[in-house]
């Protein structure tokens, strides 16, 4: 018995249409054209695991030392697995996000085995701030975050040049009031 494949698509250009996927998140990345964040946020990300791990390593060693006791050797075995495991996570991590501007909203994807995609309309914007901690300055990046009336609906843009996200907040926020303007 043969497994049916999905309907061709419709249309008087079926031919040279481009191959639809399927899946609920599937044809994203096929449709618009996604941006990718810089990859100078992996070693942002690594050195804040870098700082807990050590942070945990210290915790767990001080009481090994302390108490003697075989299972803070455990614990400090899987703080060290649970850190490299995070570290391979961060770099899969960083490369899964990607935002694209389309003409009456932004899409912002990210996540590995959740999968997220948030769709921001321009219209339903409320402010756009950029900011940029400690670690971000020192690796010349930024990140983006919009604001809407639903906090759940918040979406950020980590990992972004100073002056992409200088341009990003501006467009945003130019094309926030143009259609808040016809509301």
Known sequence: MSTPGPPPPLGP???????????????????VHWQPISTD???????RLAIVVAIGLAG??????????????LALAVVLLLGVWRAVAI?????????AEREND??????LLVRRLSIV???????????????????DLATVQLHTAAAASDARVPGLRPAEASRLRDRLTALGEDRAEGL
């Open 41 to 47: 946020l992996i070693w942002v990300e690594l050195i």
């Open 13 to 31: 250009d079926a031919s040279t249409a481009a191959p639809v996927a399927w899946g609920p998140l599937e044809p994203w990345p096929n449709t």
């Open 91 to 99: 770099v899969r991590a960083v490369r899964a996000w990607g935002y």
């Open 60 to 73: 767990t060693a001080v009481g090994w030392v302390l108490s003697d006791h075989w299972l803070f050797g």
């Open 121 to 139: 309309p321009y219209s339903r914007m409320q402010f756009v701030d950029v900011s940029a901690g400690p670690l971000e300055r020192a690796f």
């Open 106 to 111: 932004l899409l912002v994807r990210h996540g």
